[in-house]
Structures are given as C-alpha cells and as structure tokens.
C-alpha cells in the first residue's frame, strides 16, 4: 500500500469521512502528569481524524520497545527519548521512513531546522539514509540561572556574549563575590553536569561538524579541539576564585544542593549553569521570573558560530506502518498540536508558526524564544555516545578533570574506552 503525505490540515479534514479510520497505538516514555498531556493532545488528533488513538506509557520504554518490535508486537508510533535508539532500530529495518517532503516542511517551519532533519535522518537496513523522526516535545540546557534582585542590587547587566560572561565573572570577582554555583555529585551519576558545560562548550569553539563527529567518535575524544573545550569548562571550574568554596569542592558537591548559594544574604554565588528542570531544586516557594530568572548561556562574538542551543527532546518514529501513522506525523505538523500541549505544562517547541500566547507559563514561552533563536540545535552528545562512554568514563573523566588531572590525560583515557568497544 502506498502513503501519503498528508497536511496538518488535511489529516484534521479525516474526521469527515470516518471510513478512513484506523486504530493507531503510541508509545512513549510518558507517565503521570506527562502522559495526561499527552492524551490531551493526541485526543485532539483523534476527534479531528476519526482515527481510534490509544497511549501507552512506559518507565522501561528503552527495554520494551525493543521487546515488542522484535516480537512483532510493535505499536504504530514510537516515541523515543533519545535518538540512538531510534537510529539503531531504523538500522535494523524496524523503523518507517517518513513520507516525501517532511524534511522539507521541517527546513521551512522549525528554527534552526536542518539541524532537526539532520537529527532525525539515519541509516536504514540498506545502509542509506532517510528521515525517519519527527522531534516534538524539546528540553533546552543552554541556560544561566541568576537572582534578579542580586544583579540589580550589584549593577550587573545580562551578558550578550560570551566574551560579556568571562568579563562579568573577573567582576564579579573584584567587587568581592564568587560567581558561579557548580556542583558535579549525583550518586552513581556524579560527573554528568559536567558533560553538559563541554557539550555546550564544543558548539560555542568548534561547527556543528565538529559536535556530530566528536559524538560518533570519527573526531576522537583527545582531539585538541575536544580538549579545548573540556578546558573551556575548567576555566570556570578549576577557578578557585570563581566557584563557591573553591575548585576542589566541585566535584563533591550535588547539582541539586548547588544552586542554592544564589538565595542566600548575600549571596553566595551570582549565577548557576544547568538546564530547564532545576526550579525543582530551588528554596520552596521561589517564582521563576521574579525570585530567579535565565538567560541564554551565549556564544563567543568573536566566532562565527551563530547561537546554538543545546538540548533534548523526543522524536516519533513510525514502528508500525499504517496510513493513521502518516497522519499523525503530518497532524504534528500543525500549529494546533503544539499550542495544546504548550497551554500545559513541560513544553517547548521549535515549530516557528506557533502562537506563544498559547503558552500557559510565562517562564517556557521564555525558553521557548531562546529554542526559537537557535542558528544551530544539537542533542545532549553524552546521550548519544555509547553508555559505556557517555554515562560511564566520560562522568568519571569529568570528576577527575574537576578534580585537577590534566584535560589531555583525562580525554586520552576517555578515548582508551571508546577504542576498547570498536
């Protein structure tokens, strides 16, 4: 049977002819509050197409999919929080490219949007590449957490670049204070914050090139320009002058106590380097916007490198073909399936025909205008390095580095481990 691509308008316009309706199966990693929106807004997709839409949600997604698909049980649509996944089973033949013009419509109508094709295209069966993913549903980390009241009070001003940031630090510094909170410890996972800042590092001193060379190891881990920008992060970090309680307190520290030097009289600490989720963390009772704010952890003027914005998100994959699964990748397409998730909570987008009044939080539409300025947006390379690399020696690597080992030293063992997989 041969697809077709359907419109977001035309896929709503199914709803008229209920003969077309299938049974369509999604599963995600969704549970809880999460999976409600979900529902929200896939029953919106449901009532407009006719189509019989059920959501399924799972904490051992990764695990089950794989189950399920090998098994011949697969659901129609995938919702895969991390593209390795995806691009591995597009790999053995387990996914469906998506149909004709869809990277098309996403060069056009998503900001930074190659980087979106790029990211959903990967190898198939047959060794050539397709698009098989449609990112819906983003996370952005390239923020700075500050204390608005704390900047007023100090004369300090928003940093445009980031030649401004190294300047406000060294300021920061003479009128006596400590600028930066950064904490590494996260029990078993102690070291991933620090993966983050040299993610963030590498797109701001090397291309988009560079970035996806270095997370398939084609370029190596003790690369120079890999190490340049583990050392960009030491210039913060390994600063005893710049971080609360000095360099070697780093690594010790949890990310999730760290931030909280911004809300002390004075202040401990001015600013706070980490993603959308750490609010969570902050003194109860905090309200982001007015008691905390961010701003955009911002490029060097002196590169051409654009904005780039680093972050995660998810990417729906077909698993199961059937014409109800075209339609609903054509559907998220439709402005109406992200503004009703966006009148939610836990939702950013980079499609460029949104509304953002649509936004229920003044804080996401915030971010949102951040994911929207992206030039260039790439994925957590931590998460798409094989797990033994990116959640395993990288970590450690990183603690290590804080720690005072040299950057060489710790990127050539880093790479020892990659090369002991191939």
């Not at 697969?74 to 591995?88: E, H, Y």
């Not at 419509?105 to 590449?129: K, P």
């Not at 798409?384 to 290590?400: C, K």
Request: with cysteine; hydrophobic share 45%; proline share 6%.
């Amino acid at each position: 049977m041969r697809y077709v691509l359907m419109s977001g308008a035309a896929a709503l316009a199914l709803g008229a002819g209920m003969a077309s309706a299938e049974q369509l199966t999604v599963f995600g990693p969704w549970l809880g509050p999460d999976q409600e929106n979900a529902e929200t807004m896939l029953a919106g997709f449901a009532a407009a197409s006719g189509h019989d839409v059920r959501y399924v949600g799972s904490d051992s997604f990764e695990q089950q999919i794989l189950v399920d698909t090998e098994a011949g049980s697969a659901p129609n649509i995938a919702v895969f929080p991390q593209p390795g996944l995806a691009a591995d089973m597009a790999s053995r033949g387990f996914l469906t490219p998506l149909v004709d013009g869809t990277g098309d419509w996403i060069r056009e109508n998503y900001a930074a949007g190659q980087s979106w094709v790029d990211l959903g295209t990967y190898a198939g069966a047959d060794g050539s590449d397709a698009l098989y993913g449609f990112f819906y549903k983003i996370d952005v980390k390239s923020l700075v957490w500050y204390v608005p009241e704390n900047f007023e009070d100090a004369g300090y001003e928003v940093p445009d670049t980031m030649e401004d940031l190294k300047a406000l630090t060294d300021q920061i510094v003479a009128d006596g204070g400590t600028p930066w909170c950064i904490g590494l410890g996260s029990g078993g996972a102690t070291g991933w914050p620090a993966t983050d800042w040299v993610e963030d590092m590498m797109l701001r001193t090397q291309s988009p090139a560079d970035y996806d060379a270095w997370v398939t190891n084609e370029l190596p881990f003790d690369d120079p320009k890999v190490i340049a920008a583990i050392e960009e992060f030491g210039y913060f970090a390994r600063n005893d002058d710049y971080v609360v309680g000095g360099a070697a307190t780093v690594a010790s520290t949890d990310f999730r106590d760290s931030p909280k030097g911004l809300f002390g009289a004075p202040p401990a600490c001015y600013m706070h380097r980490q993603a959308s989720f750490i609010p969570a963390f902050f003194p109860e009772g905090t309200v982001v916007g007015e008691d905390a704010d961010f701003f955009y952890f911002p490029a060097y003027a002196s590169k051409d490198l654009g904005t780039p914005v680093l972050g995660a998100g998810t990417v729906w994959g077909i698993t199961n073909e059937n014409q109800a699964a075209h339609d609903l990748i054509a559907y998220l397409q439709d402005p109406a399936a992200h503004e009703a998730w966006m009148a939610l909570k836990g939702f950013l987008t980079p499609h460029k025909g949104v509304n953002p009044d649509a936004f229920s939080d003044p804080t996401l539409r915030k971010m949102n205008e951040i994911l929207l300025g992206a030039t260039t947006f790439r994925f957590d390379g931590s998460d798409l390095m094989p797990g033994a690399v990116g959640a395993g020696t990288f970590w450690t690597g990183m603690v290590d580095y804080a720690g005072g080992k040299d950057a060489t030293a710790v990127a050539a063992e880093i790479q020892a481990s990659w090369d002991a997989l191939k």
